[in-house]
């Protein structure tokens, strides 16, 4: 099946900007989902549709996809934003869901 | 706003029958376009899909799950089930449900709502 692979681990200084990719093999031709799961919470949707930002998200939160790669994109980081990220791809052939597999965002 | 709640045994004796219950409140389980899912998450892990049931009872799992997995839907008490048998400790997990809304014209799937999750441990 598809395997989406994120880096473990990204590290940011607060103000900055982080960018978590997940990569997979065409995954342009896909749409991505992005979610934020903080520990011991359930994961938040974030973005859908590649770059839509469900109500409530800030537009700190923005995504592209394109190639092989897509990105999350977090500006002016913030401590609140230290959290598990994980994208998410729907395979229409086999009608499975697919997680990546997940990026600890630490905020220095 | 939908809300979501799991709620079962926290502990499961290998070999035995995992079941978990998902209340579903601010929507109907029936509701046209809604996919009720079941996902877990092993301690210090990543999140693993594991099946679905759309509005109309339909389901859908995960291929190395399929053999244990029932998923089915109770429209009397608007809740969602989760069964999985023969269960063993690499089926220690919290157990998350979700709602994955699709609307008319949709291209794709994703969760737009989940449940806090209930831990459940697989040990004699």
């Known amino acids: 099946s598809f395997v989406l692979t994120q880096p473990p681990s990204v590290s940011v200084a607060p103000g900055e900007t982080a960018r978590i990719t997940c990569g997979g093999p065409n995954i342009r031709s896909y749409s991505v989902h992005w979610y934020q799961q903080k520990p011991g919470q359930a994961p938040v949707l974030v973005i859908y549709y590649d770059s839509d930002r469900p109500s409530g998200i800030p537009e700190r939160f923005s995504a592209s996809n394109s190639g092989n790669t897509a990105t999350l994109t977090i500006s002016s980081v913030e401590a609140g934003d230290e959290a598990d990220y994980y994208c998410q791809v729907w395979e229409s052939d086999t009608d499975q869901y697919v997680f990546g597999t997940g990026t600890k965002v630490t905020v220095l | 706003q939908v809300q979501l709640q799991e709620s079962g045994p926290a502990l499961v004796k290998p070999s035995e029958t995992l079941s978990l219950t998902c209340t579903v409140s601010?929507?109907?389980?029936?509701?046209?376009?809604?996919?009720w899912n079941w996902i877990r998450q092993p301690p210090g892990k990543g999140l693993a899909w594991i099946g679905s049931?759309?509005?109309?009872?339909?389901?859908n799992y995960y291929p190395s799950l399929k053999s244990r997995v029932t998923i089915s839907l109770d429209t009397s008490k608007n809740q969602v089930s989760l069964r999985l048998s023969s269960v063993t400790a690499a089926d220690s997990a919290v157990y998350f449900c979700a709602r994955d809304w699709v609307e008319v014209g949709a291209t794709s799937h994703f969760f737009d709502s989940w449940g806090q999750g209930a831990l459940v441990t697989v040990s004699s």
């Open positions: 601010g929507a109907s389980v029936n509701n046209n376009g809604h996919y």
């Open positions: 049931i759309d509005d109309s009872g339909n389901t």
